[in-house]
């Protein structure tokens, strides 16, 4: 079970870092969209940091299937497979999957755009998914509690299994019915 509190705390990380790379996208195709950027400074850095997008997807299905989590590991194969074949299908002549002379040409910004937007969706759902996964696992794991034989009840060591109230308390009878003294 530490196993599994390890994996999902790492897959909870890499997703986070996953959202986090895709806002910055998101973030950049916007500003292209206002003008703000030019294609080339654009492109330039959505290039960048398309690697390590890629790198972080596929080492989540990696480490699931080391570990036999193989429905989660289907869940993430179509979006492996949908960035595998992004990156490796890139058009000849092009410097990337973003490419400066192409990306204002045919709606490409507008289906880069929806891209992100689907990933990061994607994302979201995965990051909570794998939430609850890591919530599981740690409830699943036993707790294990010290043994302390020197209990103490104000500051007196408790020797029989029930309290039994300070000398100095009086008691009236009719004040206490059901409690067992």
């Known amino acids: ?3 599994d509190i390890c994996l999902f705390s790492f897959t909870l990380l890499d997703t986070g870092a996953l959202i986090f790379i895709l806002v910055f996208f998101i973030i950049t195709l916007s500003d292209l969209e206002c003008d703000y950027l030019n294609a080339q400074e654009c492109c330039g850095r959505l290039n960048f940091w398309n690697i390590p997008k890629l790198w972080l997807q596929l ?3 990696i480490i699931l299937a080391l570990t036999g ?3 989660l590991l289907l869940l993430n194969a179509p ?3 949908w960035l595998i074949r992004q990156f490796h299908f890139v058009p000849r002549g092009n410097i990337g999957e973003y490419d400066p002379a192409e990306i204002h040409n045919a709606g490409q910004l507008r289906r880069h755009m929806v891209g992100v937007c689907l990933h990061m969706g994607w994302q979201m759902v995965s990051f909570f998914m794998y939430l609850y996964c890591l919530l599981d696992a740690v409830m ?3 707790v294990i509690i010290p043994m302390d034989d020197d209990v103490t009840v104000l500051n007196r060591p408790v020797e029989t299994k029930y309290y039994s109230p ?4 009086v008691h009236t009878e009719g004040h206490h019915e059901g409690y067992d003294f």
């Open 1 to 3: 079970m530490i196993g």
């Open 69 to 71: 989590h193989w429905l």
């Open 59 to 61: 080492l989540v299905p």
């Open 166 to 169: 300070p000398p100095d308390h």
């Open 79 to 81: 979006v492996c497979v």
């Open 140 to 142: 699943q794991e036993q």
